[in-house]
Nanobody, 123 residues
Framework: QPQLVESGGGLVQPGGSLRLSCAAS????????IGWFRQVPGKEREGVSCISRSDGSIDYADSVKGRFTISRDKDKNTVNLQMSSLKPEDTAVYYC????????????????WGKGTLVTVSS
């Protein structure tokens, strides 16, 4: 069955960096737009970044522009999120999700979701 698994979360000091990975099994990520989302307890899940199936469209939330970079590794069937200059407000559970054929990542229309990985930014 199609699955997504996030990895790379952990504890990092403000200003530090982490790289999150989203690994797919059972389907080729190249046919899907892939989004990264994050959620803080008690808050709504929000979009962080999205890369289209053709890699022709990449979007970032205003809060992470210039600090986060999304990319594909086709050989490993993974999508990565490189995070730098991390701030305490980046603390959240980060999820990756896939949607077939779309060039954007609608929160309520994603086909597959991972279980999430926790990122904690604290001194």
């Amino acid at each position: 069955q199609p699955q997504l698994v996030e990895s790379g979360g952990g504890l990092v000091q403000p200003g530090g960096s982490l790289r999150l990975s989203c690994a797919a099994s059972g389907f080729p990520l190249g046919d899907y737009a892939i989004g990264w989302f994050r959620q803080v307890p008690g808050k709504e899940r929000e979009g962080v970044s999205c890369i289209s199936r053709s890699d022709g469209s990449i979007d970032y939330a205003d809060s992470v522009k210039g600090r986060f970079t999304i990319s594909r590794d086709k050989d490993k069937n993974t999508v990565n999120l490189q995070m730098s200059s991390l701030k305490p407000e980046d603390t959240a559970v980060y999820y990756c999700a896939a949607v077939l054929f779309l060039t954007n990542c609608p929160l309520n229309a994603m086909d597959y979701w991972g279980k999430g990985t926790l990122v904690t930014v604290s001194s």
